[in-house]
């Protein structure tokens, strides 16, 4: 299995980012979808889940009106539209593929992350 998570970068606070996390090796429709992000010194936190059949999606309360998870299925992907950017939105994004929910536990494969850097 491996999940390939890009579209990071460096961005000015108010600008947007879309992430991409490509799934290859496993049947992607079984799946439920989450990103996490990790700051540097801090622990790994959940930003948005995305439930196999993409019907139902769940957002952290920090990027809630500001980030949208979605889901091609036709494609393998999960999306992570990320606009209003802030600074503390700063860490490594990592992709996962495994139940639906809020726990690290639930998600059995893991991609490597991309690093999204907001300047002020």
């Known amino acids: 299995v491996q999940l390939q998570a890009c579209g990071g970068g460096l961005v000015q606070a108010g600008g947007f980012l879309r992430l991409s996390c490509a799934a290859a090796g496993l049947t992607f429709s079984r799946y439920g979808m989450v990103w996490f992000r990790q700051a540097p010194g801090k622990e790994r936190e959940f930003v948005g889940s995305?439930?196999?059949?993409?019907?139902?999606?769940d957002l952290a309360d920090s990027v809630k009106g500001r980030f949208t998870i979605s889901r091609d299925i036709a494609k393998n992907t999960v999306y992570l539209q990320m606009n209003n950017l802030k600074p503390e939105d700063t860490a490594v994004y990592y992709c996962?593929?495994?139940?639906?929910?809020?726990?690290?536990?639930?998600?059995?494969?893991w991609g490597k992350g991309t690093l999204v850097t907001v300047s002020s």
């Open positions: 995305i439930s196999w059949s993409g019907s139902n999606t």
């Open positions: 996962a593929a495994g139940n639906y929910g809020r726990d690290l536990g639930l998600y059995d494969y």
